[in-house]
């Protein structure tokens, strides 16, 4: 997916469907295949949409394809309900946690990114967030699962004052440098989520004005990943010499 080769990875996640159909994390990552492509189909996968608060805000709404989106809530719910039977079993199954994590944070970047309710957005965040806590509790080298606690308190971290002391109110406690340090965790040592950890702190770096460690994180995904021309084109800061 990280070369956006969308079609192999949905071949490849049935694959593993068919040899674990228990398991959640196969169904939660076609989920992540089809709000993927859906994001570069509708163009908002660019690096510029992020790095500047005003471009954010006026976002518009979007008009997802419907099929799509009935695809994506369909692998979600397979999901859901995959890790709900075996969680019922063992409360503690670190690979269902993992896969409820994902779930809920792939349903805050559809809510966010394409239906622009940012509210609802971190409802789910807040959700995921807790879960991956949980999770971290009993296996603190899941790196992957860190991302949601790191992406929580970075984004609620660089809100303007106001919004953070409401967000304290609601049990969200931001810490933008807390975030960065758990991002970086995850893109030292992640496993699934090692990339998209360092497109994340491409973007903090960018926002900060560090263009220079912002478009070394992007050039490295690009070397990795060269058939994603996200990584090479989408940020203008990194287009000239650093």
């Not at 995959?82 to 409360?91: D, I, M, N, S």
């Not at 308190?153 to 969200?172: D, E, F, Q």
Request: with cysteine.
């Amino acid at each position: 997916m990280y070369n956006l080769q969308f079609d192999q990875a949905h071949q490849d996640f049935s694959i593993w469907e068919r040899l674990h159909p228990d398991d959640p994390l196969g169904p939660v990552s076609q989920a992540a295949g089809y709000l993927f492509a859906e994001f570069a189909r509708l163009n908002i996968l660019e690096s510029q949409l992020f790095t500047n608060d005003k471009t954010f805000e006026a976002r518009s709404k979007l008009s997802p394809d419907p099929q799509v989106r009935a695809q994506f809530n369909g692998a979600l719910n397979r999901s859901d309900q995959l890790a709900e039977a075996v969680l019922r079993q063992h409360p503690d199954d670190s690979n269902a946690l993992f896969s409820r994590v994902l779930a809920l944070g792939l349903r805050s970047d559809y809510v966010a990114l394409i239906d622009k309710k940012d509210f609802a957005a971190l409802h789910y965040m807040k959700q995921g967030r807790i879960l991956a806590q949980q999770l971290l509790k009993q296996k603190p080298d899941q790196y992957d699962a860190l991302l949601a606690v790191g992406v929580e308190n970075y984004l609620t971290g660089i809100k303007p004052a106001p919004v953070r002391w409401m967000l304290s109110l609601g049990g969200i406690d931001p810490d933008k440098e807390q975030g960065i340090r758990e991002l970086r965790e995850t893109a030292a040592h992640g496993n699934l989520l090692k990339p998209f950890a360092k497109l994340l702190l491409a973007v903090a770096a960018l926002r900060d004005k560090n263009n220079a460690e912002g478009c070394n994180l992007l050039n490295e995904l690009a070397v990795q990943y060269p058939r994603n021309p996200l990584y090479r084109d989408s940020a203008p800061e990194c287009r000239g010499p650093h």
